[in-house]
């Protein structure tokens, strides 16, 4: 069965207020483009083209209005409303319908990754059929995060959330691969003391099972979250710095669909046309004459 995807979009957005009183966070700029553009191209490098997007039901309709129904990237995009953020397991819960048993890639909306060797990353983990594959990213602060401890032989034991005492500097990235069984595994999941329907309790289940893979990301990789307004910042500066220097878009899902086949040239200079009063226009109405 082909693995669907889900961006997770929902949320308060509280820690960018006032930023964030009028607009979803993940409907902010990160340079040129809006954030969730970045977690939609991810999913989309990975071949899915099937994906919902979970969102509060006010700011359901500014992403209605910002990525459409997908039919000009040639995939298909869900709307979902969640009536209150309730922990990042209950996304499974609320996709349950659009999954109809499908394996899944969720991607949390204010996640950015970039690196050579993602598509290829990500394919392995889509080939696993049963469990799911998260991976971990080597930060300087993994009290902050849901931190993976490793057995003597490098194998995952544990993911225990915003450790006093962190086992690891490996924290789980927003971005986990789980077979068809996870939104069956989300009901059995007790809410924390918090009140929410934590990840990783979630991803426990699985990791007791022995199915559950913990893939690293090495240092060619980059893994950058935007939960404040200096990370947020950061992000567009890397963002701004990447793409002036390679003189490439990162986050671009019109490139990503006509790289992947699913829109034509015609289609793609369409996109472009939109564009055309900035440098990401231009950029697009080149491609289809660029040398690769």
Not at 182 to 210: D, H, K, N
Not at 251 to 257: I, K, L, Y
Request: overall charge negative; aromatic content about 8%; charged content about 20%.
């Amino acid at each position: 069965m082909q693995r669907k995807g889900i961006i997770l979009a929902g949320g308060t957005g509280t820690r960018l207020w006032p930023v964030t009183l009028g607009v979803s966070k993940q409907l902010l700029p990160i340079y040129d483009k809006p954030m969730v553009y970045y977690p939609l191209s991810v999913l989309m490098l990975a071949g899915l083209r099937e994906i919902a997007v979970i969102t509060t039901p006010h700011d359901q309709e500014q992403f209605r209005r910002t990525l459409g129904d997908g039919s000009q990237w040639g995939i298909r995009l869900s709307y979902i409303t969640q009536p209150s953020p309730d922990g990042l397991a209950q996304a499974y819960l609320l996709a349950e319908e659009f999954l109809a048993g499908a394996p899944s890639a969720m991607i949390l909306g204010d996640n950015l990754f970039f690196g050579h060797g993602l598509p290829e990353l990500m394919a392995a983990a889509d080939a696993r059929t049963v469990g799911g594959t998260v991976f971990g990213y080597h930060v300087a602060d993994p009290e902050r995060y849901g931190v993976v401890a490793f057995d003597a032989a490098g194998q995952a034991r544990e993911i225990i959330e915003k450790p006093a005492r962190p086992p690891s500097n490996h924290a789980v990235t927003g971005l986990y691969f789980l077979d068809g069984s996870a939104p069956a595994r989300a009901r059995r999941v007790t809410p924390s003391a918090r009140g929410e329907l934590e990840i990783v309790s979630l991803l426990g289940m699985y990791l007791a099972e022995g199915i559950l893979a913990v893939e690293r990301m090495g240092r060619g990789f980059a893994w950058l979250d935007t939960g404040t307004h200096a990370s947020l910042l950061d992000a567009g500066n890397f963002v701004h710095t990447l793409q002036s220097r390679q003189g490439l878009q990162t986050g671009s899902p019109d490139e990503v669909a006509w790289r992947q086949g699913w829109i034509d040239d015609a289609a793609l200079r369409e996109r472009a046309r939109i564009f055309a009063r900035n440098d990401y226009g231009r950029y697009l109405s080149a491609l289809p004459d660029s040398p690769g």
